[in-house]
């Protein structure tokens, strides 16, 4: 079992997923509210590790999808500035164990870091409005 800090939007079904996964396979979560954390550039960045600043965005986060923001025209300072105001913009979930941080939810790379049980349905990150199949994983 792993204790993992897993920041969350409240009520996103996807999210509500990615827990049901994380709890079938045997792990603790202590789930936090992303978009009530009180975020700094110096705590949001660890998150995003080496990925490029695109991979940092919530690819459904309406400002994204309208083209008001572009992932790919913005330095990583300006995304975590960015971020920091509008927690809407950060993909998620974000996911803390031990020093080691990530963003997003890519279900073979998770199993890689901690582990997961095999599941039918694959469980990602991309936007769900309905959480009609969050008990297929459980």
Not at 10 to 39: F, Y
Not at 95 to 104: F, N, P, Q, S, T
Request: hydrophobic share 40%; with cysteine.
């Amino acid at each position: 079992m792993t204790h993992v800090i897993f920041y969350e939007k409240p009520g996103c079904a996807s999210n509500a997923r990615q827990k049901a996964l994380l709890i079938a396979s045997g792990h603790d979560l202590d789930v936090r509210d992303l978009l009530a954390e009180p975020w700094s550039p110096s705590s949001l960045r660890p998150y995003f590790g080496e990925k490029p600043v695109r991979e940092w965005f919530n690819a459904a986060s309406p400002r994204v999808k309208s083209g008001e923001v572009n992932p790919d025209a913005v330095t990583p300072q300006e995304a975590l500035v960015m971020m920091i105001v509008d927690p809407l913009l950060i993909r998620r979930p974000l996911m803390r164990v031990g020093a080691h941080c990530e963003a997003g939810f890519d279900q073979e790379a998770v199993h890689a870091w901690i582990g997961l049980k095999p599941v039918e349905k694959r469980v990602t990150d991309s936007c769900s409005r309905a959480a009609s199949d969050i008990s297929e994983v459980a």
